[in-house]
């Protein structure tokens, strides 16, 4: 069945004081209205939502839920969803919504039950956009740009950006790939895998500029070739992956849970980088790796044939995103402004081929709220 970008909410029956809605399509920011719906259901009643034939939600679509849900338990509804596909459940789980599935509850990073709904935090620069930067500017005439690659195939093209970057500013830029972000004091422009953008953006009050069109993060979890157990075999594992502090680690171990696997007795080894944690998979130092799709699908056929895939993810959910230190407002604006325009420049076009993206879109408010209140639930700083 293929994927529709249009929400339909109908209701099935509102009788002893419990209204059902049968819900199709997909939740996303153009869902706004459609579930605006929702709010006619009085105050104390119940609240049946059927997912059956809701086949996909984003973060956007989760934030909408939450103002939703929000605002029933002011009024003591009592919300049930049911029959949730399986991305769909994990993402509700992950995010702190598990306690509204029907017979379900919420999951933690241990696996010990949690029924507290995690309140979406507060950062003074989260909503901020490139036209709203800080106020206490000033001008560089160098700056420093470092981004976290999502594939190795990427690093000609970055440099390319760079230049690109250079001519574009009118300004000296020193591009540098970093495995380690968060212990950079001197970034000024940031490309960054989701955790490492929120933490930055907690800490260091850097300011969202874009995220690549249609290019969310996803996991895949990988064993070595000759390894002929099925995922749901590898009780008690030895797994390898990049970083704890990391949505490819945390989505990994949701797909896991999901598959029946208890990951808290997993046996964690963090590498540093999704290469080195290739190579202890294929040393079979690791029975499985938890490694970024993308990572994968950059991967050579001679390392292809080494692993065998056991399971992907598909929620749509997180990104890495494109931010700005907050005292470079002038630098934020021509920023924006440089990377909107990018896909209608021929230059700029031949350059988002080389770093594998089709052009940047803004981040909506709702996302990053999303993406923020999922860091500060498993990221531990």
């Given at each position: 069945?293929?994927?529709?970008?249009?929400?339909?909410?109908?209701?099935?029956?509102?009788?002893?004081?419990?209204?059902?809605?049968?819900?199709?399509?997909?939740?996303?920011?153009?869902?706004?209205?459609?579930?605006?719906?929702?709010?006619?259901?009085?105050?104390?009643?119940?609240?049946?939502?059927?997912?059956?034939?809701?086949?996909?939600?984003?973060?956007?679509?989760?934030?909408?839920?939450?103002?939703?849900?929000?605002?029933?338990?002011?009024?003591?509804?009592?919300?049930?969803?049911?029959?949730?596909?399986?991305?769909?459940?994990?993402?509700?789980?992950?995010?702190?919504?598990?306690?509204?599935?029907?017979?379900?509850?919420?999951?933690?990073?241990?696996?010990?039950?949690?029924?507290?709904?995690?309140?979406?935090?507060?950062?003074?620069?989260?909503?901020?956009?490139?036209?709203?930067?800080?106020?206490k500017s000033h001008i560089k005439k160098k700056l420093n740009f470092v981004a976290s690659l999502q594939t190795g195939q990427q690093l000609t093209g970055w440099y390319l950006f760079n230049t690109y970057l250079q001519r574009r500013m009118q300004?000296?830029?020193?591009?540098?790939?970093?495995?380690?972000?968060?212990?950079?004091?001197?970034?000024?422009?940031?490309?960054?895998?989701?955790?490492?953008?929120?933490?930055?953006?907690?800490?260091?009050?850097?300011?969202?500029?874009?995220?690549?069109?249609?290019?969310?993060?996803?996991?895949?979890?990988?064993?070595?070739?000759?390894?002929?157990?099925?995922?749901?075999?590898?009780?008690?594992?030895?797994?390898?992956?990049?970083?704890?502090?990391?949505?490819?680690?945390?989505?990994?171990?949701?797909?896991?849970?999901?598959?029946?696997?208890?990951?808290?007795?997993?046996?964690?080894?963090?590498?540093?980088?999704?290469?080195?944690?290739?190579?202890?998979?294929?040393?079979?130092?690791?029975?499985?790796?938890?490694?970024?799709?993308?990572?994968?699908?950059?991967?050579?056929?001679?390392?292809?044939?080494?692993?065998?895939?056991?399971?992907?993810?598909?929620?749509?959910?997180?990104?890495?995103?494109?931010?700005?230190?907050?005292?470079?407002?002038?630098?934020?604006?021509?920023?924006?402004?440089?990377?909107?325009?990018?896909?209608?420049?021929?230059?700029?076009?031949?350059?988002?081929?080389?770093?594998?993206?089709?052009?940047?879109?803004?981040?909506?408010?709702?996302?990053?709220?999303?993406?923020?209140?999922?860091?500060?639930?498993?990221?531990?700083?």
């Amino acid at each position: 069945m293929a994927i529709s970008d249009i929400l339909t909410i109908k209701k099935l029956s509102d009788s002893n004081n419990t209204y059902c809605f049968d819900c199709a399509g997909s939740i996303d920011v153009n869902a706004k209205i459609p579930l605006e719906t929702l709010l006619i259901v009085p105050a104390k009643a119940r609240v049946i939502l059927e997912f059956k034939k809701i086949e996909r939600v984003n973060s956007m679509g989760l934030s909408l839920l939450l103002k939703i849900f929000e605002e029933w338990e002011k009024k003591q509804i009592i919300i049930e969803v049911k029959d949730l596909n399986r991305m769909v459940n994990m993402l509700f789980k992950i995010t702190g919504l598990g306690r509204f599935i029907q017979g379900g509850n919420d999951i933690t990073k241990t696996g010990e039950k949690n029924t507290i709904n995690p309140q979406a935090p507060i950062h003074a620069n989260a909503n901020k956009s490139a036209e709203g930067l800080s106020k206490k500017s000033h001008i560089k005439k160098k700056l420093n740009f470092v981004a976290s690659l999502q594939t190795g195939q990427q690093l000609t093209g970055w440099y390319l950006f760079n230049t690109y970057l250079q001519r574009r500013m009118q300004k000296a830029i020193h591009f540098d790939q970093s495995q380690d972000v968060l212990n950079e004091s001197s970034i000024d422009i940031l490309f960054a895998k989701p955790f490492e953008a929120c933490s930055m953006i907690k800490r260091r009050g850097f300011v969202p500029i874009m995220r690549p069109i249609a290019e969310a993060d996803e996991v895949i979890i990988l064993t070595r070739a000759d390894d002929e157990r099925e995922l749901a075999d590898f009780k008690q594992a030895n797994v390898v992956t990049a970083s704890e502090n990391s949505f490819v680690y945390i989505l990994g171990r949701f797909l896991c849970d999901e598959s029946e696997l208890d990951s808290s007795k997993f046996n964690f080894t963090f590498s540093g980088n999704e290469i080195k944690s290739l190579q202890v998979l294929i040393k079979k130092k690791a029975d499985l790796l938890f490694m970024l799709k993308k990572t994968y699908e950059g991967l050579s056929s001679f390392s292809k044939k080494n692993v065998r895939k056991l399971d992907e993810s598909a929620t749509d959910f997180a990104f890495h995103l494109f931010s700005i230190a907050p005292d470079l407002e002038q630098e934020g604006k021509a920023l924006h402004t440089i990377l909107k325009e990018m896909s209608e420049d021929d230059k700029g076009k031949e350059i988002l081929k080389d770093i594998e993206f089709q052009g940047w879109c803004p981040v909506e408010e709702g996302e990053l709220k999303m993406l923020t209140m999922v860091f500060d639930r498993y990221v531990n700083e």
